[in-house]
């Protein structure tokens, strides 16, 4: 055998660049298959289009159409109405791998990596050996730029084929237009499964969908308000790791380890700055750059031993119950569903990275009753498709015993079957992904805790609707009852007796004994109207009592008391998340940003009392029936109410 030395082994020895990387292990950026690389081609440029247009405040217009040929290569256009991309960087985003601006940035955000649209470039290259075609416009009385690109794999960078100037009659926006190799038949349902989801949770964009027979389904946007920006932050140091902390030391501009704690770090104060330096045993003057490793890693045990406030949340975006719940609605009105309740956890953090957790839950209507629940997952606004069974989202619902609200379950455990549909939303700075296709969350404590306090609290309002429905029904059952024979009785024995026919108000209460609630929810369209005696402004607009072209939604609670005795409790309405309330009738006891309260001081029997108030920021149907709760008495005399816990 000849021999082989080192010097022969060392002359192999390369580099390999990450396009060549993900050239040979495509799988792992989500075109594993044909079908899947359709629906991540489709994604990747969507999230893009949706990005690009909330960072500068434009309500996104996006517009994807699959042309199919058949031998089994699809062309993939999506275009955008957002700023555009200047003509030097087309080649970069588009042509470069591991090139974006968001990697670095600790913000919510869809994309994280760099990888996705110039992935989708790379693989059309790969399977049907043609270029992508990039059209974009950056402003209105400007041409717009085409360029016809591809990938040089040895180096990660693009190859610019052709470019030119065009007309465009759009005012600005970007287009790309790539051919793949994808299962267009399997495929297409995904996809509009995917722009349907992505419709739910990102209400303020109309998204139209092209088939190859011509077919279009446009999603419209139910919400004309952009979603709230994230605020970048800095590192928090619970989430930071040895080696980064030493990175970020040697590139600070701070001479002082005090400094560099309150520079570099998010909640980091003087007092917790000070307190870090102490349980490390440290000098605060001491110069970060000059730190050995042994210092750094008393810094950074010091980091788990001293309490710090958590990182602030305005580094995230959530939809909101009020968007989710009009969304939901808007796309299961086919299913009729009976309800759909919401429900949000506060922001709370895993290693340092904020999070928050956002739930949807719609019951009942068309759905099946044997079949498992569906299940919607979601992560930063973006559709989870794949993967289901190794995300912490479906880990957190099968351990769930939904045997007790409602939901048929084998031994307490796995997935639920019944009439409804789970939807579940996690926001982040950072979203753990199992891989870099980012198709599942990762197992993570803190995460799938969130998830099942958010979904308790749904499941807790599915059964208080359920039973409060129930019980209603059997009493209004019994009222009927009591209504339509009691004056007949009443009736034929005054007539027996040749008697005045008689009051029955007392015998209907004394058979009936409870107090009975009910409240009734009507719409008025207001142009340029003014909410009259406005009692608190909430959440959308503190600062102005004039409200253009919008709904009211009246409330009309009615309690009838049909106890033998006078009555006296306390009554609680929520005020639903996004109100401004306006005229409230009678006076309350006490308003807040979350509920309103009467104190009801004595209803005599046989009486009733008529409350009334009025709510703007909300649009038709975001607002069903009010969530209604009472104090101070007996809850199981009362129809219409839940027991008052407590803020």
């Known amino acids: 055998m000849e021999k082989v030395t080192a010097h022969d082994l060392a002359k192999k020895q390369k580099e390999i660049s990450v396009a060549e990387f993900f050239e040979r292990n495509k799988h792992i950026l989500g075109f594993g298959n044909q079908t899947r690389a359709l629906v991540t081609s489709v994604k990747e440029g969507v999230d893009n289009g949706l990005d690009a247009c909330e960072e500068v405040n434009i309500l996104p217009e996006i517009y994807v159409e699959i042309k199919n040929n058949e031998d089994g290569e699809s062309k993939l256009i999506i275009e955008d109405n957002g700023p555009g991309i200047v003509k030097r960087q087309i080649k970069h985003i588009f042509g470069r791998l591991l090139y974006g601006s968001r990697f670095h940035s600790v913000r919510q955000s869809r994309g994280q990596q ?17 270029h992508a075609k990039v059209i974009s416009k950056i402003q209105e009385d400007r041409p717009a730029t085409i360029m016809e690109l591809a990938i040089d794999t040895n180096k990660n960078r693009a190859e610019v084929i052709n470019q030119d100037i065009i007309h465009w009659d759009k005012p600005s926006g970007t287009r790309i237009e790539v051919s793949i190799i994808a299962d267009y038949k ?80 998010t909640s980091m104060g003087d007092r917790t700055a000070n307190a870090v330096c102490e349980k490390a045993q440290l000098e605060k003057y001491l110069n970060p750059k000059e730190m050995t ?49 919401t429900a949000s956890r506060p922001p709370s953090a895993y290693t340092g990275n904020p999070f928050q957790v956002e739930v949807g839950l719609v019951y009942g209507g068309n759905l099946p009753m044997d079949a498992n629940v ?13 993967q289901q069974g190794g995300c912490v989202i479906t880990s957190a619902i099968s351990s769930i ?25 996690v926001s982040s700075t950072l979203i753990p992904f199992t891989s870099e296709s980012k198709e599942a969350i990762a197992d993570i404590p803190e995460i799938e805790n969130e998830i099942k306090l958010a979904l308790r609290i749904c499941a807790r309002k599915v059964q208080h609707h359920i039973h409060k429905k129930v019980k209603r029904e059997k009493i209004k059952e019994k009222f009927e009852l009591i209504k339509k024979i009691l004056p007949e009785i ?6 027996m007796l040749n008697k005045p026919l008689p009051s029955l108000d007392a015998v209907i209460t004394k058979i009936m004994d409870v107090v009975w609630i009910e409240d009734f929810i009507e719409y008025e369209k207001i142009s340029k109207k003014v909410i009259e005696e406005p009692v608190q402004m909430t959440l959308l607009d503190n600062k102005s009592k004039q409200h253009d072209d919008g709904t009211i939604t009246k409330s009309k609670i009615k309690v009838i008391n049909y106890k033998r005795s006078s009555q006296k409790f306390n009554l609680y309405v929520i005020i639903p998340e996004d109100a401004i309330v306006g005229t409230v009738k009678p006076k309350p006891t006490n308003i807040n940003k979350n509920f309103i309260k009467w104190n009801l001081d004595s209803i005599p029997s046989s009486e009733k009392v008529d409350i009334n108030f009025e709510l703007a920021g909300l649009e038709e149907g975001d607002f069903d029936e009010n969530d209604i709760y009472v104090e101070d008495i007996n809850p199981s005399y009362v129809i219409g109410a839940d027991k008052w816990e407590g803020e």
């Open 401 to 425: 015993d939904w045997r007790r609200y409602g939901l048929d379950q084998k031994s307490g455990k796995g997935m639920p079957s019944g009439p409804a549909i789970f939807l579940i939303h």
């Open 186 to 265: 399997r495929g297409k349902r995904f996809v509009y499964e995917y722009l349907q989801s992505t419709s739910i949770v990102n209400p303020h964009a109309q998204i139209t969908f092209k088939e190859s027979d011509g077919t279009e389904h446009i999603f419209e946007r139910t919400s004309e308000m952009l979603p709230r920006k994230s605020v970048e932050i800095k590192p928090h140091p619970y989430g930071v790791e040895l080696g980064t902390l030493i990175k970020i030391a040697k590139q600070t501009k701070s001479r002082k380890l005090s400094a560099f704690l309150k520079n570099e770090f």
């Open 374 to 386: 569906r299940i919607i997952r979601f992560a930063n606004r973006v559709p989870l498709l794949y």
């Open 490 to 495: 009443a009736n034929k024995s005054s007539k």
């Open 114 to 130: 760099g990888i996705g649209i110039s992935a989708v470039v790379l693989y059309g290259q790969l399977t049907t050996g043609k």
């Open 293 to 341: 490793r042994e210092q750094f890693l008393s810094l950074h045990k010091a980091f788990k031993k001293v309490k710090i406030m958590a990182p602030p949340t305005d580094c995230l975006s959530p939809i909101g119950e009020t968007l989710i719940k009009r969304s939901l609605k808007y796309e299961t009105k086919e299913i009729s569903p009976e309800f759909i309740i």
